[in-house]
């Protein structure tokens, strides 16, 4: 049995339906949950929720608690690895985000979605909040809950996955952290070639370093890193800005020891036509659809856009939300290619 072919019993599974450790509270005393499953010698992180306006990573999570839950001990799954999980980083936002989906949903409402999404901006984003001891503070005491969490484990992480999302693209994105970038050959292709089968586009742009995004290959880049954050906000003159991002959580877990291989998932909501351009960033064509959302949205708040209006412009312009089920397909394929890939080096 594949690691991925894990993914049609996983997607069966209901919600969480064991209880985890409470690892801590949110900023307005929300239960964060961690589990811990297996007793193998490879240490792997998974989390999601760090953006809480994308639900499909804690989804996925939320089902591959439940699924690991019901493994016999001698599982090659837990024999094999240790798994620490955190279904949903952010209870706080995704209770307030809980206005436009349901995790029964199938497809995104881009009506619902666009008048009641809720993205915390810097200084509030947890993604750039990790701790490193001794050099960098948490910013918030999820942060504080999630890292503290990792240190139970005895070694060194092998893995770490934090599952995202895009509001929109024309395809799937996938991060990788840039140490591991000429590593993950076969990952690349097993993500590649899943893309593919289900019917996508790989999406693809180059920002030349900037934020630390490095352009690896068609449809994947490097992690964004927190000096290259900071660095992007000096050069602009906006010190203050720059201060507002800690550690990602790729940078903070591999603070702990050892060469952690880290990956984010990128799926969109929504799929826009592909158009074949120069890599040129900026990249006016995604700015066009940006304005685009953004006009949808205004029109919608004020009135002058109906939610059924708005479908029948998405039709005309081919805009496409992204079931659900494919981009878990794509999110649990990243997982399991970056396990293959732990194992064999």
């Given amino acids: 049995m594949t690691l991925y072919s894990h993914i049609n019993e996983i997607l069966k599974q209901p919600l969480v339906a064991v209880e985890g450790c409470t690892i801590g509270t949110s900023v307005k005393g929300r239960s964060i949950q961690g589990f811990k499953f297996g007793k193998g010698l490879k240490n792997i992180s998974l989390i999601a929720g760090n953006h809480a306006d994308e639900p499909i990573g804690p989804l996925l999570l939320k089902k591959l608690v439940s699924y690991l839950s019901n493994l016999p001990k001698t599982n090659s799954l837990l024999k094999n690895y240790s798994w620490y999980i955190v279904p949903h980083t952010n209870p706080d936002g995704e209770f307030v985000n809980k206005k436009w989906y349901s995790y029964k949903d199938k497809n995104t409402d881009l009506a619902k979605y666009l ?23 948490a910013l918030r005491p999820e942060n504080t809950a999630v890292y503290n969490f990792w240190k139970t ?28 970038a000429n590593k993950t050959y076969s990952l690349q292709q097993q993500c590649a070639k899943r893309t593919s089968s289900l019917g996508y586009d790989l999406f693809d742009l180059d920002r030349h370093g900037e934020k630390g995004f490095y352009r690896i290959a068609e449809g994947f880049c490097s992690c ?25 959580s790729m940078e903070s877990i591999r603070s702990l020891g050892g060469d952690c291989l880290s990956l984010v998932s990128e799926m969109p909501l929504f799929l826009f036509p592909k158009k074949e351009r120069p890599l040129v960033w900026p990249d006016t064509y995604l700015q066009e ?28 312009l081919n805009i496409k939300p992204m079931p659900w089920d494919d981009q878990l397909r794509l999110q649990w394929q990243l997982i399991a290619s970056g396990i293959e890939c732990i194992n064999n080096t």
């Fill in 115 to 137: 008048i009641n999404v809720v993205r915390e901006p810097p200084g509030k984003d947890l993604e750039f909040g990790y701790p490193i001891d001794k050099r960098i503070a």
């Fill in 153 to 180: 484990a005895k070694a060194p992480f092998n893995l770490h996955v934090s599952l995202h999302g895009m509001a929109k693209a024309y395809g799937a994105w996938f991060l990788i952290n840039r140490a591991w």
């Fill in 224 to 248: 964004p890193s927190a000096k290259g954050m900071q660095h992007y906000f000096l050069n602009r003159n906006e010190p203050k800005m720059a201060n507002k991002f800690h550690a990602n």
């Fill in 289 to 316: 659809w940006s304005a685009q959302f953004s006009l949808w949205k205004s029109l919608l708040i004020s009135g002058d856009l109906s939610a059924s209006n708005l479908t029948k412009e998405m039709q005309n």
